[in-house]
């Protein structure tokens, strides 16, 4: 190779070197940027929309027992029906528990629907009269059900404001607490309901315990620290 060809080859081959180094330091100090951006401003944590009537108990509570649920669920329903009394009675009445419900939607449309009514019977402060309405009237799944119709009869049965409620069911204005409970579960890394988690940590339940003695025995276990 002639001479001229081969300094023209080390030249380029210098320049080469040279630009991938400004390359790779450009991109360093862009990354020390953006570390340095996202500590100034954290974002913040995903976390619930309030909601105060879908809570019970007294908030300086030693526990805070969340459900994670939806109303079509069958395990659900069971829960309603022969555990969540024990739970309310014996401990959110005592001012041992702090009782808070989550919308966590798996089975269909309905569930959503459900969801909704349920919230915005707790504006006008039967959140949990409703909630159990809804679990008592519990039919096979995305059959009827919990149709609009059906929700506004419930409304009627507990003699809410109709017109009230009617526009808060068809407007869908509970979606941001309903969408907010869903992503906390995903946070929390829920695949079923319901669960349950007390203090913020949750509590496995085996699918055979159909009284759900695992939940009272670890809110015992708290209490009793």
Known sequence: MPRRNRSYSRQ??????MLRNIFIAAAIIVGVIVIIA????????????????????????KVVVEE???FQCPYCGMFNSVAESRLRVNYV??????FI?????VVGAE????????????????FWEYHDLLYKNRGAENSGAFSSPRLESFAAQLHLDGVKFDQCLGNQAHADVINGDIQLGHRY???STPSFFKNGRQVN?????????GLFDAIDKTLQS
Not at 48 to 56: D, G, I, L, N, T
Not at 93 to 98: A, I, L, S
Not at 101 to 105: D, E, K, Q, T, V
Request: proline share 7%; aromatic share 6%.
């Open 111 to 126: 569930s959503n629907l459900a969801a909704n009514a349920a919230l915005c019977a707790g504006d006008q402060d039967t």
């Open 93 to 98: 009445q005592t001012g041992k528990v702090r």
């Open 205 to 213: 339940i085996n699918p055979q315990d159909t009284q759900f003695q």
């Open 38 to 61: 996202l500590a100034a401003n954290p974002q913040p944590p995903v976390s619930a929309v309030a909601f105060p009537a879908r809570e019970m108990g007294d908030s300086n509570a």
């Open 68 to 70: 994670f649920a939806d």
């Open 189 to 191: 890394g829920i695949d």
């Open 101 to 105: 419900f989550r919308n966590y939607i």
């Open 12 to 17: 380029r081959a210098a320049s080469n070197h």
